[in-house]
């Protein structure tokens, strides 16, 4: 655990403005900027902003790579799911019938969340500093490692 004494030395004498992990991935999936809250997050559909409009915090660092898919397959699959099996219990119809209602509410359902997804999922990022939020690069100085130099 890192001493305040330590944080300040190690950010260069200033102490570090605190950066709360629901906040910051709250205002994410608001697809608000996670320093402010006010800027915009994305500038088109999933395209991040290159910085905030408002405060200037800089974006480009996220690495949302594929976790926001995952999550959005997983938590849309988890509630399908759910809503095939209780209406497969309650109504018996053809399976032909279920395709076409579950398959359009999936697509529906996977394209409604995955921006706010993506958005706290760059929050999350911000709020622990991951892939230069922190102020430091160390994928420029350790290419590949995408980690502290020990």
């Not at 219990?89 to 053809?94: D, E, G, K, Q």
């Amino acid at each position: 655990m890192v001493q305040q004494g330590e944080q300040a030395i190690r950010y260069g004498g200033a102490r570090e403005p605190e950066r709360p992990l629901g906040r910051s991935i709250r205002r994410g999936m608001l697809c608000r900027c996670p320093h402010c809250g006010d800027g915009r997050l994305f500038r088109a559909f999933l395209k991040p902003v290159d910085a905030c409009a408002v405060c200037g915090e800089e974006i480009f660092h996220h690495r949302a790579d594929d976790l926001p898919a995952y999550l959005v397959i997983l938590v849309v699959g988890h509630v399908l799911l759910t809503g095939y099996m209780l209406t497969d219990m309650a109504f018996r119809v053809s399976p032909w019938v279920h395709l076409a209602i579950w398959v359009p509410l999936a697509i529906l359902a996977a394209i409604l969340t995955i921006q706010p997804i993506k958005g706290g999922v760059i929050g999350l990022q911000w709020a622990l500093k991951m892939h230069g939020f922190g102020g430091t690069d160390h994928e420029a100085t350790d290419p590949g490692r995408g980690g502290p130099i020990s």
